[in-house]
Nanobody
Framework: QVQLVESGGGLVQAGGSLRLSCAAS????????MAWFRQAPGKEREFVAA????????YYADSVKGRFTMSRVNVENTVYLQMNSLKPEDTAVYYC?????????????????WGQGTQVTVSS
């Protein structure tokens, strides 16, 4: 089992920045991909970014490419999502997710472990 705890959400004005953190504990050695998803009210949960553990490769949704950066600090077993140039449409609950299986997944069904989520609100 893997336990994930997100933090760092909050209220920010459009154009501002936030950094989300996801602290992992448990059987993290079995994880191949770490990802961020988000879910706005009344919408499906959508893929934001993913990090491949084997070589540090990162992948981003087109909507956040160039604005968001995902990174990992190995010794802390923590992943981060640096969000810059935030827009009101980035408002959502952001979730950290881990995947044991090989191959990049961009659907919420592809991930095995989830955090509780952290709210990000961007005002216009």
């Amino acid at each position: 089992q893997v336990q994930l705890v997100e933090s760092g959400g909050g209220l920010v004005q459009a154009g501002g920045s936030l950094r989300l953190s996801c602290a992992a504990s448990g059987r993290t050695f079995s994880v191949n991909y770490m990802a961020w998803f988000r879910q706005a009210p009344g919408k499906e949960r959508e893929f934001v970014a993913a990090f491949r553990r084997s070589d540090g490769g990162t992948y981003y949704a087109d909507s956040v490419k160039g604005r968001f950066t995902m990174s990992r600090v190995n010794v802390e077993n923590t992943v981060y999502l640096q969000m810059n140039s935030l827009k009101p449409e980035d408002t959502a609950v952001y979730y950290c997710a881990y995947r044991n299986r090989y191959g990049l997944g961009t659907s919420s069904y592809d991930y095995d472990y989830w955090g509780q989520g952290t709210q990000v609100t961007v005002s216009s």
